[in-house]
C-alpha cells in the first residue's frame, strides 16, 4: 500500500510540475488555491522553471483576441392574418326577366367587359327600333322647317317646336338603349368568376345576384400588431408571408395600409398586407403567418468564444493597455457567429477569445496571432 501511495504522489507530482511547464495560465491558479505552497515552490521559482515567457512558459499569459464589432439587434413581429382577395365583385341583375344566355363559365377566367348574363330583351330592342324612327321622323321635320325659315314661311314658335320634338326623339333613343343595355349583364373587373346559381330558364329579379367576379392578382391579408411598434408600422414596410396551408412557401410583400386608431380592448393596430398572386396558388379566405422585422439598436458584436461566465454572470476579458480586463456584459441576442451584447465595449476593442483559462484582472498578456484558417466572425460590422 505503501508503494501505491508513493507511486501515485509520483504521478500527481510530475502531472503538475507538466501542467505548469506547458500551460502559462497554471502558476496563477495554482498560487491561488495554495498548491504551490503545499509543495513548498515559490511562485517566482516556478516561472523560471517554466522557460520564460509564450505557450510553453511564464510570463505574459498568451491569449488570441478577436475585435470588438457592432450588430443591430432583430426586433420580429409575428402575427396570424386572413387573406382576401384585392378585388371581389358581385353582379346583381338590374332589371327583372328571363336569362336566355350566359356568357361564362364557372371559375373561369374573364376579361372587364366581356358578357356575363343576357336576359329576354325582345320588347327593348322594338322600343328601340321604334325610337330611332321617331328620331329620325323628327330630322326631316326639323330640316324641312329650317330651310322654310329663310323664306318667312315658318314662324319662330313653329321650328322652336320641331327643336323640342327633335330633342325628345334623341332622348327617346338614349332610353330605349339604356333599358336594352340594363339586360346585358357585363363583367366590371378582370377576374375569376365564382360558382354561379343560375341557369339558361332561370328568371330572376332586380337585385338578385348573378355571379361573383374575384381578382385575385394580389392578396390582402388583415392582420394585427401589438400597440408598441405602432408606430413603426407604415405603409410600404416590407413584410413576409408564409400560407398556413403551404408552409414550405415564402412571399415578400409590403405594408398596404395602417389604421389609425388602436384597438382598446386588445391594445393592437390592424394593419393590411398585400403579396403577389403570380403563381395563382393562393385563394381569399386563407389563413398566413405575417412577420415584419424592425431594426433595432445598435449593439458591440464578439466572438461566441469570448463570453465567459461566472456566479455574477456573463462577461468578457478585454485586451487594454497590454492587460486583461474583465467586463461584465448583459446578453441581448445570440447568432451562430456572433453575440451582440450590453456593456463598456468599445468598437474594434480587442476581446479574448482563447487562452481565457487562469486570467486575472490586470494580468499581463500577449496577444498571438490566430491560425489563417481561423477566421474572427465578430468583427464583421453588419
Sequence with gaps: MLRQLFLSLGVIAGTVALWIAYVPAAMPFLDRIGVLDLVGVEHAEAEDAGGGGGWGGGGPATVVAAPVGEGRIGDRVVAIGDGEALRRVELRAEATGQIVEIGVAPGARIEK?????????????????????????????????????????VTDVRRREAELALRQAELAVREAEYDLAERRVRAPIAGWTGVPGIEVGDRVRAGDTLITITDRSEILIDFRVPERVASRVAPGMALEARPLALPDRRLAGEVRAVDALVDPASRTL?????????????????????ALDFPGETLPAVDPLAVQWSGEGSYVWAVREGTATRVPVTIRQRDADRVLVEGDLAPDERVVTEGVQGLRPGAEVRVAEPQAARAAPAQRKL
Excluded at 133 to 142: C, E, K, S, V
Excluded at 270 to 280: K, S
Design 113 to 153: 367587359g366581356a358578357l356575363v348574363v343576357r336576359l329576354d330583351d325582345e320588347a327593348e330592342r322594338i322600343a328601340l327600333e321604334r325610337a330611332r324612327l321617331t328620331l329620325d321622323d323628327a330630322r326631316d321635320q326639323a330640316g324641312r322647317l329650317e330651310r322654310l325659315s329663310d323664306t318667312g314661311a
Design 270 to 290: 390592424r394593419v393590411q398586407g398585400r403579396v403577389d398572386n403570380d403563381a395563382d396558388l393562393l385563394r381569399g379566405g386563407m389563413a398566413f403567418e405575417v
